[in-house]
């Protein structure tokens, strides 16, 4: 999973300018969702939600750098371990903070104490994490001198470079600070590959989840990728250059899956965490087409690009236009490995086997939405939308009007009324997983 990075952000979706041959690659080769979902338009709900199979409301992480991930909440680690799994987290987590002690990021030190949950926590035997972001190239560091929250030249000097304050965690609860110069998406990559490997050599089964940070802020390049995008802007070439260097790491993990004669037997699952950073006449990155960014329930802000590739059953060229979220990880995984469901509690997800075989024509199951006194039900076809408690509901029709151009609400009052009353009943019933209910 990448962090912030747009639907249009890639070449199979359009890009015409980053360059992500790998991903475009793996579009090819699998399947491609033209409306996937994050469960949330900003980084942490939407993270717990892949681990869960929930919303974000429902566990307690309602927006980035809030609560933690409950001990009482199952997740896929968890569930996975059971079968035999060995489990491995790296890259950002922000689903709790990581350290008792050490002042670190957001929420470290004894601030953080009582938001402390790592991977280690909720069921990874093996993690190299962050609590939240770090930059792009040289994670650890920051150059000296008043440099920009949203991009810097890479450090020339690592003695003259100050800490950026934060730290990559190990299962143990150490510090890791070897082999962390450099692209950050390659120093991620160099502990998931031993992993998976090891794992591979063992004939044990894996679930490992990688989330890079790349394009987040600040985002910074090193001097092989800014130099592709040479006639571009400094903040667009480090915007560029990172989803480039990201996208190589992710030929390098499917070249690694090959090599192992696993990748037959191995589902790879690519998505975005929510829509791009900043306003889009200043920013690099790009919803393409839809309304909305980051922290907007409008479409750009929730809509990300997705493939699912795998070998072994996923038919090669494949496009949907049903609708998947990020919840829909968790129950999806549970029914390929045909292990028991998670029955004591409300899952938001649903399987997307019906439609990794090809045998599923609609999702008829909504998925719901809740940020920041924002709402939206979305359907096979249409969606409710709400910004504030005191709007009105708005009725977009996203098959003939992705952009959400036009309301329909007043041309069809009897539609609006009905998903309403079904957005209202499934706000209750996340209210009451909120309160404890589920547990």
């Known amino acids: 999973m990448c962090d912030d990075l747009g639907w249009g952000d890639v070449g199979f979706n359009g890009n015409k300018i980053i360059r992500t041959p790998h991903l475009d690659a793996m579009a090819k080769a699998g399947l491609k969702f033209n409306r996937f979902y994050a469960a949330a338009p900003v980084c942490s709900p939407t993270r717990g939600s892949c681990i869960t199979g929930r919303h974000p409301y429902r566990y307690g992480i309602p927006f980035a750098n809030s609560g933690?991930?409950?001990?009482?909440?199952?997740?896929?680690?968890?569930?996975?371990?059971?079968?035999?799994?060995?489990?491995?987290?790296?890259?950002?987590?922000?689903?709790?903070t990581l350290t008792k002690t050490v002042k670190d990021s957001n929420r470290g030190g004894l601030r953080g104490v009582k938001h402390f949950s790592p991977p280690q926590a909720n069921g990874f035997d093996v993690c190299f994490s962050t609590e939240s972001k770090v930059p792009t190239w040289d994670p650890l560091l920051r150059p000296k001198g008043n440099n920009s929250k949203y991009w810097w030249d890479a450090v020339s000097d690592a003695a003259e470079a100050k800490p950026y304050g934060t730290a990559y965690w190990n299962e143990r609860g150490e510090s890791v600070t070897d082999n962390t110069r450099g692209d950050n998406s390659r120093v991620i990559m160099d502990r998931a590959i031993p992993f998976i490997r090891g794992a591979a050599r063992r004939g044990q089964p894996f679930f490992g989840i990688v989330w890079f940070h790349a394009p987040h802020l600040p985002v910074v390049a090193g001097p092989r990728h800014t130099a592709m995008y040479a006639g571009h802007a400094k903040f667009a070439q480090h915007y560029y250059g990172c989803i480039t260097a990201l996208d190589e790491q992710v030929g390098r993990l499917r070249a690694e899956l090959r090599a192992l004669g696993v990748a037959d037997d191995t589902v790879l699952f690519f998505c975005s965490d929510n829509g791009p950073?900043?306003?889009?006449?200043?920013?690099?990155?790009?919803?393409?087409?839809?309304?909305?960014?980051?922290?907007?329930?409008?479409?750009?802000?929730?809509?990300?690009?997705?493939?699912?590739?795998?070998?072994?059953?996923?038919?090669?060229?494949?496009?949907?236009?049903?609708p998947c979220v990020t919840s829909d990880y968790l129950p999806t995984i549970l029914d390929l490995l045909e292990a028991k469901p998670v029955?004591?509690?409300?899952?938001?997800?649903?399987?997307?086997?019906?439609?990794?075989?090809?045998?599923?024509?609609?999702?008829?199951?909504?998925?719901?939405?809740?940020?920041?006194?924002?709402?939206?039900?979305?359907?096979?076809?249409?969606?409710?939308?709400?910004?504030?408690?005191?709007?009105?509901?708005?009725?977009?029709?996203?098959?003939?009007?992705?952009?959400?151009?036009?309301?329909?609400?007043?041309?069809?009052?009897?539609?609006?009324?009905?998903?309403?009353?079904?957005?209202?009943?499934?706000?209750?019933?996340?209210?009451?997983?909120?309160?404890?209910?589920?547990?």
């Open 68 to 96: 933690h991930m409950k001990p009482e909440e199952l997740t896929l680690a968890e569930l996975l371990k059971n079968q035999g799994y060995t489990t491995g987290h790296f890259g950002k987590w922000h689903l709790g």
């Open 277 to 322: 950073e900043g306003q889009a006449d200043s920013a690099p990155g790009t919803a393409a087409h839809f309304s909305g960014r980051k922290r907007s329930l409008l479409e750009g802000g929730i809509r990300v690009p997705g493939i699912v590739e795998w070998p072994g059953r996923v038919k090669a060229g494949r496009t949907t236009d049903i």
């Open 343 to 439: 029955s004591d509690r409300p899952i938001d997800g649903m399987s997307l086997v019906p439609l990794i075989d090809g045998n599923l024509a609609k999702r008829g199951q909504p998925i719901g939405f809740e940020s920041k006194g924002q709402l939206a039900w979305i359907g096979d076809r249409y969606k409710l939308y709400r910004k504030g408690g005191a709007a009105e509901f708005k009725l977009f029709d996203l098959v003939a009007d992705p952009s959400e151009k036009n309301d329909l609400a007043k041309a069809k009052p009897r539609l609006a009324k009905r998903l309403a009353g079904e957005l209202a009943a499934w706000r209750a019933s996340c209210q009451a997983s909120a309160a404890g209910k589920d547990y």
